[in-house]
């Protein structure tokens, strides 16, 4: 097992100065600090004697996800992990990350600054930095929504999206819909591939034929309602399935201005079962996640990781709330849809 005299002679500098650098110490600058973390994490440096007050230590780190307020996405994925960690023992941390601090240090190197024994991942693009680093990272890390090949040390849960889409398809299918559309987010989104994969999957199961015309995708809600949805409605689907609830609810509203009712011209189901989801108008069918149970499944599998029970893939099952948003399919078409004013920019 490496030790501080190896960081040492690796830099050439004093054991004492590697450990006021592990340890934040005021008269080090933050230069040193960061080569010496580096080289620690280089050649598999482990802390064996840590301080009581940081020898149980996780962090859930964010980025792109709301979670403070009751209500926002990520509140009850934070509470559901904090409510397995604390009474075992665990002190949590939820850690903001951006973009340019995960270029500023590792992943390794900032879970071994802060002592943390593994983290929760929420919110990251495929495109982020860390995404990179965590497919070599010694540091066990558990990932929503988001998926690492071949490193035992990092995990993934989420939803079924297989079984989600296929109760979603099935249930527009017993309605008498074939004509169905799909909008989704940007496919730098390891979900957002793995939503639009389903979906093509669950219509190929029921004998539907996907046209290219009836698919959009984009980071942007608004890119969806004003170049997408328009192309979808004259192509005469009679139901559009979306990635997510925000989406679905801002389709609902464009199909409205545009002069297209829902349900009675088109039908739309949405994905999350945010909060919001049963009073828009009308109530949006939609794919529930449970997101305080994907708190607990964050932590099991993070706990199991560090316990050296290498656990993949931890998915929920999936379940379809069907509300009033669908209806059985139209039997006349849509005329041509108003074009609708531009709108503010808001990620999928």
Request: proline residues 4%; hydrophobic residues 40%; aromatic residues 8%.
């Amino acid at each position: 097992m490496p030790t501080i005299n190896d960081i040492a002679d690796k830099l050439g500098i004093s054991k004492g100065t590697v450990s006021k650098a592990l340890n934040g110490a005021d008269d080090v600058s933050e230069t040193l600090r960061k080569k010496v973390l580096e080289t620690a994490v280089e050649i598999g440096y482990e802390r064996n004697r840590v301080r009581k007050d940081t020898a149980n230590r996780l962090c859930i780190i964010v980025e792109n996800i709301h979670h403070e307020d009751p209500g926002d996405f990520g509140h009850d994925i934070v509470m559901g992990f904090k409510k397995l960690a604390v009474p075992a023992g665990w002190e949590v941390d939820v850690v903001a990350i951006t973009e340019e601090r995960q270029k500023e240090i590792s992943y390794d190197a900032f879970m071994l600054s802060h002592e943390y024994k593994g983290a929760f991942i929420i919110g990251m693009s495929l495109l982020d930095p860390w995404m990179e680093e965590l497919k070599t990272a010694r540091t066990p890390a558990v990932l929503y929504d988001n998926y690492i090949q071949e490193n035992p040390r990092v995990g993934y849960i989420g939803v079924d999206n297989e079984e989600a889409y296929m109760m979603a398809i099935r249930h527009l299918y017993g309605l008498g819909h074939t004509q169905i559309g799909y909008l989704g987010g940007d496919m730098d989104s390891f979900v957002s591939r793995k939503r639009h994969d389903a979906f093509l999957g669950a219509m190929d199961a029921h004998g539907l034929t996907v046209k290219q015309n009836r698919i959009g995708c984009s980071y942007f809600i608004s890119e969806c309602t004003q170049k997408y949805l328009p192309r979808l409605l004259n192509s005469q689907v009679t139901a559009i399935v979306c990635a997510t609830d925000l989406l679905a609810q801002a389709v609902i509203v464009s199909c409205m201005d545009m002069g297209c009712r829902v349900p009675e011209d088109v039908s739309i189901i949405g994905f999350d079962d945010a909060p919001f989801a049963a009073y828009t108008s009308p109530a949006l069918t939609t794919i529930r996640q449970n997101q305080e149970a994907l708190g607990r499944c964050g932590f099991y599998a993070l706990n199991s990781l560090i316990s050296r029970t290498y656990i993949g893939t931890l998915l929920l099952r999936a379940e379809l709330i069907t509300r009033a948003s669908t209806a059985s399919a139209r039997r006349g078409k849509l005329t041509t849809p108003r074009k609708i004013p531009n709108s503010r920019q808001t990620p999928v």
